[in-house]
């Protein structure tokens, strides 16, 4: 599967995000680029978040990771863009 195919699907992007966040220990390494769940399908902008940040957000079913400036694809927008922007 190419690089262009995953990003076509939103599933398979916050498939990509688990994976890495499963990859990653509890309070290891600092920031860790995640990927854009945004709604352009051609997006590469990584999302830097601390796992633990991740951790949290992903029990919220809206959440969506997204680069600053991004707009969601369905979610609600608000807390959204404030974690973007904290990660800038
Ligand atoms: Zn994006």
Redesign the pocket.
């Known amino acids: 599967m190419t690089a262009d195919a995953l990003v076509r699907s939103r599933a398979s992007l916050r498939g990509i995000n688990e994976m890495i966040f499963e990859a990653l220990s509890p309070g290891g390494p600092g920031q860790t680029a995640f990927v854009?769940e945004?709604s352009?399908g051609g997006?590469f902008?990584p999302v830097w978040l601390s796992v633990d940040d991740y951790a949290r957000l992903r029990l919220e079913p809206s959440w969506t990771s997204?680069?600053d400036g991004?707009t969601p694809a369905g979610a609600s927008e608000s807390e959204l863009a404030s974690v973007g922007a904290d990660a800038a």
């Open positions: 854009c945004c352009d997006c902008k997204l680069a991004h």
